[in-house]
């Protein structure tokens, strides 16, 4: 582990995001519950559309909650 905590890949969604955050929004992600607003399927379902699998559209819906949890402040989804 990096010193100072866990960073992340440079170019990872979650970078930036304490780890108390991401622990909760995954357990709520992982339940099925809303994690930053709602929407997550239908992101999820357009990109797949777009890039051709189901695969890759969750992988841009989380990219898009990740982004979103660096953007709110703590709480506003009743995340954190």
Known sequence: MAKGGWKGKKTHPARGVSKKR???AMKRARAGKNVFGGGFQKVA??????????????????AA????LKKVGPGRYKVA
């Not at 379902?45 to 989380?62: D, L």
Request: proline letters at 0%.
């Open 22 to 24: 991401r622990s909760v």
């Open 45 to 62: 379902a357009k990109a797949a559309r777009k890039y051709g699998s189901a695969e890759a559209g969750r992988r841009v819906a989380a």
């Open 65 to 68: 909650m990740w982004k979103k």
